[in-house]
């Protein structure tokens, strides 16, 4: 009897181990799954996260993009009508077709790009020859042409369509001459070099020697009309043009962007840092502090007066310089 209690007793206590063991193992079953579900849910809220968090950034940045645009366009828009109404005032009129030889265009993006010499036109010849998918090396090398030889009725078209994009870029005029010096007298022979040699009789041309050639030559179309110097009126037409942007250099790192969001232009393409030149006042009153006599600086402002009116630059400091040491 009391052998048959023992193995009765032994039955159940295996029946309990049993029912033990695989509680246990649904539990570790049912721990495993809320586990997974708990990192899936994790993961779940994370992306979610991750997506609204990307959402509310690309929010961000298109608000910003449109702050940018439209400051922008009000920039532009505040030159343009400076621009129209000082034509206006002085009475100034161009044959638009006489823009020479100074457009580059994109086909592909419909855009037109009026070059002004010594005003970072080098980087925006890149950027055109980009645009139409083409290495600037090949400019440079003479097997692309960007202007296309567009002439004639064509060019007048194109010029006159408001579905084709327009800009210019200018720069602070006396600036502008210093560069003119620097880059094609000061540092090498050039055709410009030669032109000025023999007009002066002097093989090297100081600043002020060259300053007092402007002046003094300043009716002879020989030497007025020169790209690197002429007034900006004679290369671009602006007061017979209806140009969309008209940057400045001292400008060019928004302007440029901005006009490469406004045409749709891709994003891997942008101005090289290299020609984001900003106006250097020491350097310009370095050269003109050397002018000799000193009122030929002055004569060369108000010969070049136009174009700070027009493009709305004030009278340039190193006048203000100069006046004290006089």
Not at 96 to 108: G, H, N, Q
Not at 160 to 172: A, G, I, L
Not at 184 to 200: D, G
Request: glycine letters at 4%.
């Amino acid at each position: 009897m009391v052998k048959m209690l023992l193995n009765l007793l032994r039955r159940q206590t295996l029946t309990l181990k049993r029912l033990s063991l695989a509680s246990l193992g649904f539990s570790i079953i049912f721990l495993a799954l809320s586990y997974n579900n708990l990192k899936k849910t994790v993961m779940t809220s994370k992306k979610v996260n991750y997506e609204l968090q990307q959402d509310i950034l690309q929010k961000s940045v298109s608000v910003k993009d449109d702050a940018f645009m439209e400051r922008m366009k009000q920039r532009m828009d505040e030159r343009r009508g400076k621009l129209k109404e000082n034509c206006k005032k002085l009475g100034i009129h161009h044959n638009s077709m006489e823009t020479r030889d100074y457009l580059v265009y994109s086909d592909k993006y419909k855009a037109i790009f009026c070059q002004i010499p010594k005003t970072g036109i080098t980087n925006w010849k890149y950027i055109f020859a980009s645009l139409e998918g083409l290495t600037f090396q090949k400019v440079l090398a003479g097997k692309f042409r960007l202007n296309h030889q567009i002439m004639g009725t064509e060019k007048n078209r194109r010029l006159h369509n408001p579905d084709w994009f327009k800009m210019t870029v200018v720069r602070e005029p006396l600036e502008r001459i210093v560069s003119a010096y620097r880059s094609k007298i000061e540092p090498r022979k050039s055709r410009i070099k030669n032109f000025l040699s023999k007009h002066t009789g002097r093989k090297d041309l100081t600043f002020s020697m060259f300053v007092n050639f402007l002046v003094e030559e300043n009716l002879n179309p020989l030497v007025k009309s020169n790209d690197h110097w002429a007034k900006y009126t004679e290369l671009c037409q602006p007061c017979d043009l209806d140009y969309e942007v008209i940057g400045h250099q001292e400008t060019m790192d928004e302007d440029s962007k901005y006009v490469l969001r406004l045409i749709g232009a891709p994003e891997n393409i942008s101005l090289k840092s290299a020609y984001r030149n900003k106006t250097d006042d020491d350097l310009v009153y370095r050269y003109y502090s050397t002018v000799e006599p000193r009122e030929k600086v002055f004569q060369l402002y108000d010969m070049l007066l136009e174009d700070y009116t027009l493009f709305g630059y004030p009278r340039p400091s190193v006048l203000d310089r100069l006046s004290k040491e006089q």
